[in-house]
């Protein structure tokens, strides 16, 4: 089945410890991103890889990092987290230009 | 400053009623338009698109329509069945970059 898969669904953590999520599509896009979703604010891309090491920012990339040393796996880590990154992070693939594919979610919550 | 806006963050709806949600987008490299429905604790799921040389694009019960002079775009879902009850995003990207930029949402609610 082609899909994206995140890793964990829910995470809770405190103020300062280093966290990884990961991403991984089966279906060999060259473009993903992650996003981040707010009420109110819609999603907003955080970092996005055109392909195995391209990565770039996208609107709000502070406080994140990423990297793309394969071209299934997307993490995004953070290294010091803090309560504002509190948050719904999605991650998506895509062959450049056409429909995104989602994955599930990660609910993330920083204390 | 939000370049797409879904200026209403929820609309309701009459089951076999028609549904119209709303897009406004400013920048006018923006070329390829999409819709995506979200259910809670799911990823968004791409439901249609348009691109700028059409005004409209349908699939079943869904259609999308594209003004490009107002810089507008709306998605109609006839009849609306409690299935669409969700919350639905509209996207936009120049496909000079595929970068998508999204609006905040609409969630609609489907009454029976």
């Known amino acids: 089945e082609a899909q994206v898969t995140q890793n964990p669904r829910y995470l809770i953590t405190v103020t300062g410890k280093k966290l990884t999520v990961t991403c991984s599509q089966n279906?060999?896009?060259?473009?993903m991103s992650w996003y981040r979703q707010d009420p109110g604010l819609g999603l907003r891309q955080i970092y996005y890889?055109?392909?195995?090491?391209?990565?770039d920012k996208g609107d709000v990339p502070e406080g994140y990092k990423v990297s793309r040393k394969e071209k299934r796996n997307f993490p995004l880590i953070l290294e010091s987290p803090s309560p504002n990154q509190t948050s719904l992070y999605f991650c998506?693939?895509?062959?450049?230009?056409?429909?995104?594919?989602f994955g599930s979610g990660t609910r993330l919550t920083v204390v | 400053d939000q370049q797409v806006k879904q200026n209403s963050p929820s609309l309701s709806v009459q089951e076999g009623r028609i549904s119209i949600l709303n897009c406004d987008y400013t920048n006018s490299m923006f070329d390829y338009f999409l819709w995506y429905k979200k259910y809670p604790a799911e990823g968004p799921t791409f439901l249609i698109s348009i691109s700028s040389i059409k005004d409209k694009n349908e699939d079943g019960r869904f259609t999308v329509f594209l003004n490009k002079s107002a810089k507008h775009l709306s998605l109609h879902i006839v009849p609306s069945q409690p299935g669409d009850s969700a919350v639905y995003f509209c996207?936009?990207?120049?496909?000079?970059?595929?970068?998508?930029?999204w609006g905040a949402g609409t969630k609609l609610i489907i009454k029976p």
């Open positions: 279906m060999n896009h060259e473009y």
């Open positions: 890889s055109m392909n195995v090491e391209v990565t």
């Open positions: 998506a693939s895509s062959p450049q230009g056409e429909g995104y594919t």
């Open positions: 996207a936009a990207s120049a496909t000079s970059n595929y970068q998508l930029i």
